[in-house]
């Protein structure tokens, strides 16, 4: 409970401070929002977006759920890239993935039937792919070399959805792009996987993720 109580003494703080340091700002962002990104990340308590690259409240339209992973098969995943991209026209999505991932460590480790690891086939997938590379590498590196090529994944995941492919289609601007942040030390780290277009996609990986 005191754990509660202080959430909400904190709120009520933080909003007497919002609107006595920018009067009107609470009431203008409202009526709509306009994020200029949609961020796709993990649930690990540590790695909460808003923090991670401190832009205004209404600038980050987000979903996160364990491992970061984008399945095609989720509808919860479809739904919140359908309504970012055809109705709030969010020109950048951002996977997040983050090096110490209890999500991939579980990956990793073991297998069974409870929702969290029947989730994590997913990510067990992506181990799969690279089975060669990554056996080849000390248990940490394993792992965060997985967190890595997990994000590669869902980028590509998200790039063959027809949701993203019709708004390229139509000229739409969309920019998807992934990253890694490591906890250690706060930072983002850019992985050089970034498309603009279907064409660009497809020259470079479109062959390979095309099942």
């Known amino acids: 409970m005191h754990t509660i109580r202080q959430m909400m003494k904190n709120n009520r703080e933080w909003s007497e401070r919002i609107r006595k340091e920018n009067p009107g700002y609470l009431e203008s962002i409202s009526h709509s929002q306009k994020p200029e990104i949609l961020w796709i990340g993990c649930s690990d308590a540590r790695v909460g977006p808003d923090q991670l690259i401190g832009l ?62 029947l989730w994590l086939d997913q990510v067990r997938f992506v181990y799969n792919r690279y089975a060669e590379e ?55 780290k850019q992985l050089g996987i970034e498309f603009r277009s279907q064409e660009a996609w497809e020259a470079c990986y479109g062959e390979a993720f095309s099942g």
């Open 134 to 188: 990554l056996n080849h590498l000390e248990r940490s590196e394993r792992a965060n070399r997985l967190a890595e090529l997990n994000v590669e994944a869902q980028v590509h995941n998200i790039c063959r959805n027809t949701i993203i492919r019709e708004a390229w289609k139509r000229g739409q601007q969309v920019n998807v792009i992934g990253v890694i942040y490591d906890i250690h030390d706060g930072l983002l």
């Open 56 to 117: 205004p409240m209404g600038s980050v339209f987000v979903h996160r759920n364990v491992a970061n992973v984008f399945a095609t098969n989720d509808l919860n995943c479809l739904a919140v890239l359908e309504y970012a991209i055809d109705e709030l026209k969010v020109p950048n999505i951002v996977v997040c993935g983050h090096y110490g991932c209890g999500g991939v460590n579980a990956a990793l480790e073991h297998k069974g039937v409870n929702p969290v690891d």
